[in-house]
Structures are given as structure tokens and as C-alpha cells.
């Protein structure tokens, strides 16, 4: 018993040391114990860890207007959808800064912000080439700081229901838990297409 032949306070810290530089038979085996049962339980927990899959991340996104969606592709795999809010005047694509309306085209995440005042937000690489010369030739500015983001701290509470109404002045907006999903499997790079 280890209280019975291993009593260290009443032995001292001397005789401790002693042990472990002389142990006897019965320290052995307990030490040897000690030491399968540590190393069975690494290995269980190296295991588990491999076991679990990293998850597949987005090469794509499909941003389809029309039907307030937004789609995370890798290849032609569906990886999740969601429903979101648009600008406030949704339907057409971005012409100027300060017309409410949600781009169309083909951009790419071109940055991440975790302290957004909407919680998360991935920039869209909104205006391309084609977005300045149509503005230029309107005589006006494109506007930009375009992104797919969350809520406000003072709105989180709604939820869903945010996207009873398309709100923001251009962007993609979803719930702060599928901002936080989706900034878990978006990379800067990642292509995203806005169909009208």
C-alpha cells in the first residue's frame, strides 16, 4: 500500500529522495503503472484530435439578390447557405457611393475585421475595374467598404428577424452567430460572386 510504505511526511523529503534514486521493487511497478496509464491517456487524446476532420473551407462564394442568399461553396460542394439583408434599395447594382444598393459582379474577400461595429465583417474587394468606369462615366464616386457582416451590439438581439427588411447601405448582413461560421471557413482570397 502506498500510505503504508510510502508515508512521505513522516519519512521526510530526505528519505523522498532517496526513494526515487534507490526505489524498491514496489516503487518500480507503481512507477511503471504511472507511466502506461499517462501514456494511454495521450495517446486517446492524440487520437481524438486526429479523428476530428478540420473543417473544409469556402473557395467560393454565391451571393444570388433576388433570392436573399448566400451560398459557401468549395468546388461544387454546398458547404452551407444562408439567408440575409441587402441595401435598402436592392434591386440593380452599385452605381455610386451613397446609393444603398448591394454590388453585382465577381470580387474576392479582400480583408477580415473582427472588431467591426457589426461584429465580424470580410471585405468585398468592391469596386473592381469595371465598377470605376461606370462610375467615372456617371461623373461620379463608387463608393465602397462593401461587406458581408453581422449586427450592431444594440441589434444583435433581433436575429433573424433582421432580415425581415433589407437595411444596410450595401452590404450582406447575417445573424452574429453565422458571421462568426462563416469568418471559420472564409479566407482572404476567397472568390465571391453577387448575382442579381
Known amino acids: 500500500m502506498w500510505r503504508a510504505e510510502y508515508d512521505i511526511p513522516s519519512k521526510g523529503w530526505l528519505n523522498v529522495i532517496g526513494m526515487l534514486l534507490q526505489p524498491d521493487q514496489n516503487f518500480r511497478k507503481l512507477a511503471s503503472k504511472l507511466f502506461l496509464v499517462f501514456f494511454l491517456a495521450v495517446a486517446t487524446a492524440a487520437l481524438a484530435c486526429a479523428a476530428v476532420p478540420s473543417p473544409q473551407l469556402a473557395d467560393h462564394i454565391l451571393i444570388v439578390k433576388s433570392k436573399r442568399t448566400m451560398t459557401l461553396m468549395h468546388g461544387a460542394k ?5 439567408s440575409v439583408a441587402l441595401g435598402t434599395v436592392p434591386v440593380g447594382p452599385k452605381e455610386r457611393q451613397g446609393d444603398h444598393k448591394t454590388p453585382e459582379g465577381n470580387y474576392v474577400i479582400s480583408a477580415k475585421n473582427s ?39 444594440s441589434f444583435a ?18 445573424t452574429n ?6 469568418w471559420s471557413l472564409v479566407s482572404v482570397g476567397t472568390t465571391v460572386e453577387i448575382r442579381p
Not at 167 to 173: H, K, L, S, V, Y
Request: proline share 4%; charged share 25%.
Open 78 to 82: 454546398v458547404l452551407k447557405s444562408y
Open 157 to 174: 438581439f433581433l436575429g433573424a428577424l433582421h432580415r425581415k427588411t433589407d437595411w444596410t447601405d450595401g452590404c450582406i448582413a447575417v
Open 177 to 182: 452567430p453565422e458571421i462568426e461560421e462563416i
Open 115 to 153: 472588431h467591426s461595429q457589426f461584429h465580424f465583417a470580410l471585405r468585398i474587394s468592391y469596386p473592381s475595374a469595371e465598377d470605376k468606369a461606370r462610375a467615372r462615366k456617371l461623373g461620379v464616386s463608387p463608393g465602397g467598404d462593401i461587406m458581408i457582416h453581422g449586427l450592431a451590439s
